[in-house]
């Protein structure tokens, strides 16, 4: 390094010091463009090199850098002042520049560089990181500064009332070692007096807590960090600090022109741009709402002599974020760490005394020189990790419960390719495959069982997916497709088996060279947004990690199969790529079916598409090698994204591997906590209340065409509403682009609000659409055919649809009915029957129920006491038996104790077969729902997905539900805080204290719906 520079990690030359590091933050800022570091000596054996770590803290900060210090900093660096016309150099302050930020954002803080008798500063934007604590500038912004001048990056700079400088959100000091600023640069060296005549690059460096303790994005929002975006982007900001005296600019990039940095971004403004840019962030995307959008560049220094003249007013210029940006970032992000990572459980890392790898236990050097993987983490140098005796005890557990013939009775958890399905339509001739009997060491099965899903069939067998190790600092990374685990704790017993292949002394059998490898409770990280969205809307994050523990002999994943798969990320232009193998275990097969190499393309610019013949059911998350020599390679991709890894057997898709791979591998890496989902907003409990029915069925015209499920809720107002289903357990509740619209059927209007009683749905007139089922208070049934979203249903006394047809006329026998479910009980496809519970406690049913009324009424039980306190019934598919030709369902009731059974198979048993269902919250609970409806609401083909809305409003969707086990609760709307804690409940009574007919009415009052 030369004389007088500060910067401290130069990709060039410098390797990463990762021990010692502090708990400390990085900023993400452009790096010098004229500085060089000494060569750093190799380290010796397995020694790691150390710095001394001498960290300062924001109130040594707040004290070397008070408010009226930073009035009198000046910019950097120096060339930016050329622009400011009629100023001398270094003139201005800014004490004077600053002015009022965009209140629109995007919000940029600024770098302070406080030398002993000068202080300057530059733009600095905040990087979201795992460790909270990066920052993002020019390499300009930080050039030339000498070995003591301290960096500080202050988020907010501002002047209040009285002129004087404000910093409402803290200092976050920038840290050192060895009496150097900790910042991670990849620039051309640039001059040390401050000029910037060469191509500004990248910094990112590590900042401290504030005075208070707190890391920095915990104080503010980071940006996201994209790279391998494309160069032409519109609605682009720019977030410099407002010292900088540009302007507003919101404008679109492209490429540089001749004579501009080679390879860089322009970003062009409508109008003018201040002086001082220098280490602004180019936002894409921005959300006002959340102050957050994607970083794609930084701008250098203005002014030059690189830039065209005719552009420079109102031009800034970025070096393009690519591979090598990505690069630098986690080297950043692994040097930001406390320490070298390692497993929470394991001993802490200390100096390697191995014994050399025997035959039994396959290392990296078993298999000769291992390449080492750039970008996604590296083992840490001259360490081992060693597993604890109780990760050993659950190995062995998990190897003793995955024995070689339970795996073999595994089934594949996808079944979105139908096996020997015909190709697509247009598809080119699949590459040939085959089966390889030896195994590939980083790729193995991903064993699950145990589902919560308590669909008899498959769930209740042991299920696999494909999965593979992929190379980190832990050496115990395993990724998979995320629909091959639909939520973080789902699954039981999850386990990977590297390299399973054929035993060669019996082949029907097969065995696990490397061991079993179980997953660590809780570590599974699958993008919260696709928890959210679900493997349809979310299909572009189709990709999970899972961090496995070490195996029975206590070796971690990578020290037994040698190093995994190098994570990869492809750009969307560049999703044609060559030398790609695909590797899978379809069904049953003991060896992985192998087909390389071939050529991928792009399908809709968000998946990698690969045609390699007979990966049928069992692929999912199988990985797309680049490279792959036999035994590794770079992983670009995973079976799953469109249509969960697509249609058809010969034709395989991924998801895109972008920056959210990237940022979800680091939160594996770095053992964070996973993303958590979060349902559709429907409103809040207190609207809930008033929800007084609800009846599933197929309305909306978009859920036609599969068959699924829509709900239709009456509200006590009268108003009546449709929500179409979207297959993950949830609803549309908005109107958003491309997607179906929550629709009022019936505004607020006293005809349903003071005569309908119950409804329900059906397929009674016959049409593409469910017809809609009311029964009123006087004893009249009417059936308004074919509801869809244009339907508008009557609203007052004299107003009748055209089409409506009335099967009980007023004042009928139907006026004692007390309960209706529909469903299909005749033994036909057509959900056309229904079950009517009466006040007397008769149970009667009514099949092929049609536009000439009602026939064939059969009674299931005489008048009775029990039936009586049936609260609530829905009809639906419970037993798991029924199918397209002969259907058979059940009937749900929930009694006013609340206990929960199943009746199977109404016309075949009638009401005599009960079945009580297990419910994890106890009968307690379930005497305070108030509507229930069973439909289709997930991605089965089965009507056993029970919607619930219960007496304190809470909204919850129990999904594959059985007639022995209520299925998985999904909240769609929580309960009201502000009703939790009005008054304890009753100990005899449980369930929800939040609930305030407790208090109202008493327990012994519980209202019912009906």
């Not at 994607?294 to 003249?309: C, L, Y």
Request: charged share 20%.
């Amino acid at each position: 390094m030369t004389e007088g520079s500060n910067i401290v990690h130069l990709r060039t030359s410098l390797r990463l010091l990762g021990a010692g590091a502090c708990a400390a933050a990085l900023v993400l800022t452009a790096a010098p463009a004229a500085l060089a570091l000494p060569p750093t000596p190799e380290p010796t054996g397995n020694a790691m090199p150390q710095a001394k770590a001498n960290t300062w803290t924001a109130k040594e900060a707040q004290l070397l850098l008070t408010a009226e210090r930073m009035a009198t900093a000046r910019p950097w660096p120096t060339d930016d002042l050329a622009s400011a016309p009629g100023s001398p150099a270094g003139g201005e302050l800014l004490g004077d520049l600053l002015r009022p930020a965009l209140s629109e954002g995007p919000k940029a803080g600024a770098i302070f560089r406080i030398g002993k008798d000068t202080v300057h500063f530059c733009s600095a934007s905040v990087v979201s990181s795992p460790q909270r604590n990066l920052v993002v500038t020019s390499t300009d912004c930080v050039s030339g500064a000498p070995t003591d001048e301290k960096l500080v990056f202050v988020p907010t700079v501002r002047k209040n009332a009285k002129g004087a400088i404000e910093t409402p959100d803290g200092l976050f000091p920038v840290q050192r070692e060895a009496d150097r600023n900790r910042v991670w640069t990849d620039s051309a060296p640039a001059r040390a007096d401050g000029s910037a005549k060469a191509a500004p690059g990248t910094a990112f460096a590590l900042v401290g807590t504030d005075a208070n303790g707190k890391e920095l994005e915990e104080v503010v929002p980071g940006f996201r960090l994209l790279t391998g975006s494309a160069r032409v982007q519109e609605d682009v900001r720019l977030a410099a600090h407002p010292g900088s005296n540009a302007q507003a600019c919101v404008g679109t990039t492209s490429a540089v022109t001749p004579g501009a940095p080679a390879g860089g971004l322009r970003l062009d403004c409508p109008t003018e741009l201040g002086t001082f840019t220098a280490g602004a962030a180019l936002i894409a995307r921005y959300e006002a709402a959340g102050g957050t959008g994607d970083i794609i560049g930084v701008a250098g220094a203005r002014g030059r002599d690189t830039q065209p003249a005719d552009t420079a007013a109102r031009s800034v210029y970025s070096p393009y974020f690519g591979s090598d940006v990505q690069e630098l970032y986690e080297e950043a992000v692994r040097g930001s760490k406390p320490a070298v990572p390692a497993p929470a459980t394991p001993e802490p890392i200390r100096p390697s005394t191995s014994a050399p790898s025997t035959p039994s236990s396959p290392s990296p050097t078993a298999a000769g020189p291992e390449p080492k993987a750039s970008g996604t983490g590296e083992p840490p140098t001259g360490g081992e990790l060693k597993a604890t005796p109780e990760q050993i005890a659950a190995a062995k557990r998990a190897e003793a419960y995955w024995t070689p013939e339970r795996i073999a009775s595994a089934v594949p958890v996808d079944d979105g390719k139908p096996a020997g399905a015909s190709p697509e339509r247009g598809a080119v001739a699949g590459a040939p495959s085959h089966f390889d009997n030896r195994g590939v060491a980083t790729v193995g099965v991903f064993l699950i069982t145990e589902d919560d899903d308590p669909q008899s069939d498959p769930a209740a067998r042991p299920q696999f997916c494909t999965a593979s190790s992929v190379t980190s600092p832990t050496k115990s990374i395993v990724m998979t497709a995320a629909h091959c685990l639909s939520d973080n704790d789902r699954f039981k017993h999850l386990a990977f088996v590297p390299g399973w292949k054929p035993d060669p002394a019996n082949s029907s059998r097969g065995i696990a060279p490397y061991g079993v490898f179980p997953i660590q409770e809780g570590k599974v990280y699958i993008d919260g947004r696709y928890l959210t969205l679900g493997p349809v809307k979310g299909d572009d994050l189709d990709f999970a990690f899972l961090r496995s523990g070490p195996n029975a002999k206590g070796q971690f994943l990578e020290d037994a199969t040698g190093t995994g798969n190098k994570l990869t990320t492809i750009h969307f232009s560049e999703l044609a790529q060559k030398n790609v193998s695909l590797i899978g275990f379809p069904g049953s097969s003991k060896a992985p079916l192998l087909c390389r190499p071939t050529t991928t393309s792009g399908y809709s610019d968000r998946f990698l598409k690969i045609a390699c013949n007979g990966y049928d059911p069992g692929v999912s998350g199988g990985p797309f090698l680049r490279n792959f020599d036999g035994k590794r390679g770079e992983i670009i991709g995973v079976i799953g994204g469109y249509k969960t890894g697509g249609p058809t057997p010969d034709i395989s898709y991924s998801s895109q591997f972008d920056g959210e791979v990237t940022r979800l591998f680091n939160q594996a890496v770095n053992n964070e906590e996973p993303d958590q989902g979060t349902r559709s907003d429907l409103g809040s409990a207190g609207l809930w209340k008033h929800a007084v029915g609800a009846a599933s069925g197929t309305f909306h015209t978009s859920s036609q065409q599969n068959g699924d499920s829509d709900l239709i809720v009456r509200w006590d107002d009268g108003e009546v509403t449709l929500y179409p289903g979207d297959q993950n357990f949830s609803f549309y509740n908005g109107c958003q682009r491309d997607m179906p619209c929550e629709t009022q059927l019936a505004k607020p209007n006293d005809l349903f609000k003071k005569y309908a009683d119950l409804i329900t749905a059906g397929d009674y007139a016959g049409g593409a659409a469910y017809d809609l089922l009311v029964k009123w208070v006087d004893g009249e049934v009417t059936i308004y055919p074919d509801i869809d979203q244009n339907t508008k249903l009557p609203t007052s006394l004299d107003q009748h649809l055209p089409n409506e047809i009335t099967v009980a006329p007023a004042n009928s026998v139907w006026k004692y009915a007390r309960g209706i479910a529909t469903g299909k009980y005749a033994g036909n496809r057509w959900p056309d029957d229904l079950i009517v519970r009466w006040s007397d406690g008769e149970i009667t049913k009514y099949v092929d129920v049609d536009g000439d009324g009602l026939h064939a009424e059969e009674q299931l039980a005489a008048p009775n006491a029990l039936w009586q306190s049936a609260a609530l019934i829905t009809g639906g598919d419970f037993d798991g038996d029924s199918n397209d030709t002969t259907p058979n369902h059940d009937l749900m009731v929930i009694w006013t104790s609340g206990k929960v059974s199943v009746y199977a198979d109404v016309r075949a048993g009638g009401v005599q077969n009960e079945s009580v269902v297990s419910t994890a919250e106890g009968n307690g609970t379930w005497a305070h729902a108030r509507v229930i409806a069973a439909g289709e609401y997930g991605m089965n083909d089965w009507e056993d997905d029970l919607f619930v809305r219960w007496s304190d409003g809470e909204v919850t969707m129990y999904g594959n539900t059985q007639a022995s086990a209520m299925g998985r609760e999904y909240v769609l709307v929580p309960p009201s805080p502000l009703l939790r804690g009005v008054a304890p409940a009753s100990p005899a009574v449980g369930g929800r204290p939040e609930d305030p007919c407790a208090v109202v009415c008493g327990p012994e009052l519980y209202r019912s719906t009906h």
